[in-house]
């Protein structure tokens, strides 16, 4: 039994194929068609965002669901090429070797390559918790950002006319110079698939149920709008020969599944790609955990984040040896896998079996696909990731966190992804240091009628003459020890009958040796003023640490179990008087 279970855990398909069905399977194949049908077109335009040919999408959209299947422990996500992976693809190869070339090819592979085995190795060494460190304003304004720069650096194919740059900046610069030479055609095509796509997504569900049509049946419409607008496009395009008019086309795209192997590996370039390979691992790890999560939640199911790393790594992997580029679990088409019914990871190998049938058979058939259709594919997907809200929000929640959001959101526009995503987390770390290193301090006394106490400058309470009481709400370690210190010299200063300092500590959940020292100061520099030092509520992992200095030895005061007892052990017999609240004091620290 202890076997199986380390096996299983090992390869969760064990746990869910001893339960699988007949029902199960029609679930699992009904959705595999549906995000077979989603997933064709945002193949081909990811591919294209990520500055490589189409088929490499297909390819990419392979083996790496079969090896999260195997491997993943969520039951409905789904893995593959997605918009911002592809965007930081793009950016990282692209500055080190020329797009259009076999060597930028290669080099996307290589990249997918590294990705994995980062994930697989953070994995193995159980570093999930490394992706704690992208808060989620830092991860929300970078998605946003990616989604504007997407959305931008597709235009010149709804445009037909050339642009470039890797900023916001550059490529409006490069758009507006080249405006003169928009091509009626390719804007016609390029236009007319936005407005459809949009229509499809925001009215068809409901106007198509106004006529009595199922919302199953509408929703399976919806999904299938892409597919309509590349079906649609290509009979167009060929039909009228649009691509001797000036209209861009894909063009011949290889028939066959991809061929298993490596790239040539240099060194040099391995170097070159190996932070933007971190990052997009931390990354996409993040965004296919937290849908997975989310999507799990609804199911009363777990996901175990160390597994999938190792998961979305084998997925990685196996899309670089089988010719195709850095992939991770898709917000949309993983919704679209649990909305459809999906029951099991089993979901995905159908959905592999349904794209590589297509890559066998159907790729002379996308010869006359205009890239303004593709174009306009990956424009409708990415502005749904740009969250106006959450950016409101978060300015009027936290001016700190909000800081942090721009900072990502302003440098992944003008000047790159990684940049942009690299300052936000250091900005988050720093701004959270610079917080906890000045923590939040209140002097507090007794509500009336209770064993509470709190913030004097908050609430009408009961304080002494000859005691002070200070709360700090924050653990003490080496960056906020001589700001207690400081606090505390403070409070003494300005109360010439203080007899007893209390330190209140229910939030304290370490001390670090450096704060210990610094208690160690306040204690004799009191003893020597001839005022004692207490501390009230130390939590036990805390006193247990305490204990094993000489700092209780040394304590001119006590440790109290509760700050109502040291308050009436110290303040017996003492004058008491009732302190009020000041006017506005619930604004106060």
């Not at 959209?61 to 299947?69: E, F, G, R």
């Not at 061929?259 to 370039?269: K, V, Y």
């Not at 990354?283 to 849908?291: D, K, L, P, Y």
């Amino acid at each position: 039994m202890a076997a199986s279970k380390r096996l299983s855990a090992i390869f969760p398909c064990l746990e869910w194929a001893r339960e699988y069905n007949r029902e199960t399977l029609i679930n699992d194949l009904t959705a595999a068609v549906i995000v077979v049908i989603m997933l064709i077109p945002q193949s081909l335009a990811y591919a294209m965002l990520a500055g490589l040919p189409p088929e490499v999408g297909l390819y990419a959209s392979i083996l790496p669901l079969v090896l999260y299947a195997v491997f993943g422990t969520s039951r409905t996500l789904a893995v593959g090429p997605v918009a911002v992976a592809s965007l930081m693809s793009a950016a990282a190869v692209g500055a080190v070797v020329k797009q259009g070339t076999a060597g930028y090819i290669e080099a996307s592979i290589l990249l997918a390559l590294l990705s994995g085995a980062f994930l697989m190795l953070m994995g193995l060494f159980r570093l999930g918790f490394l992706a704690n460190f992208l808060s989620h304003p830092v991860i929300s304004g970078f998605i946003s950002a990616s989604g504007i720069l997407i959305a931008f650096s597709q235009l010149k194919h709804v445009l037909g006319i050339s642009a470039s740059g890797h900023t916001l900046p550059q490529v409006a610069t490069s758009l507006a110079h080249n405006l003169p030479d928009v091509n009626g055609y390719t804007l016609a095509i390029g236009a007319g698939c936005l407005a459809f796509l949009y229509f499809v997504r925001l009215r068809l569900s409901g106007l198509l149920q106004v006529f009595g049509v199922p919302e199953s049946v509408a929703g399976f419409v919806v999904k299938a709008g892409p597919v309509l607008s590349v079906v649609a496009t290509i009979l167009i395009a060929s039909t009228w020969q649009l691509d001797a008019e000036g209209v861009a086309i894909v063009g011949a795209v290889p028939e066959g599944l991809p061929t298993l192997g490596l790239p040539a590996i240099h060194m040099e370039l391995v170097r070159e790609l190996a932070l933007p390979a971190f990052l997009i691992s931390v990354i996409g790890f993040v965004e296919s955990v937290s849908v997975a999560q989310t999507l799990a939640a609804k199911r009363r199911q777990r996901i175990n984040p160390n597994q999938e790393l190792i998961a979305l790594g084998a997925a990685n992997l196996g899309s670089g040896v089988s010719g195709g580029y850095s992939v991770t679990g898709g917000f949309a088409r993983s919704v679209v896998n649990f909305d459809a019914g999906a029951q099991t990871p089993a979901a995905g190998v159908f959905t592999a079996i349904g794209i590589a049938v297509a890559t066998l058979f159907l790729t002379p058939l996308i010869h006359y696909l205009p890239k303004a259709t593709l174009a306009a594919t990956i424009i409708v997907a990415v502005l749904a990731l740009i969250d106006f809200r959450m950016i409101r929000a978060t300015w009027i929640y936290s001016k700190r966190d909000f800081l942090a959001m721009a900072a990502t959101i302003l440098l992944t526009l003008g000047v790159s992804v990684e940049v942009g995503v690299a300052s936000g987390v250091t900005l988050s770390i720093l701004l959270h240091l610079y917080k906890s290193s000045r923590p939040h301090c209140a002097v507090v006394g007794l509500v009336a009628g209770t064993e509470h106490f709190r913030n004097i400058r908050r609430h009408d309470v009961e304080t002494c003459d000859t005691m002070v009481t200070l709360r700090v709400d924050e653990s003490l370690y080496f960056a906020n020890a001589r700001f207690l210190e400081d606090q505390v010299y403070r409070l003494m200063a300005e109360n010439e009958k203080l007899k007893h300092v209390v330190l209140m500590c229910p939030a304290v959940n370490e001390i670090d040796a450096s704060a210990l020292e610094s208690l160690e100061a306040i204690n004799h520099r009191l003893e020597d003023a001839g005022v004692k030092f207490h501390l009230s509520e130390v939590k036990g992992p805390v006193m247990d640490r305490l204990q094993r200095s000489h700092f209780l030895d040394e304590l001119s005061g006590q440790v109290f179990l509760t700050q109502y007892q040291a308050y009436r052990a110290l303040a017996n017999g003492e004058p008491c008087r009732s302190n009020k609240a000041p006017t506005g004091g619930h604004n106060e620290a």
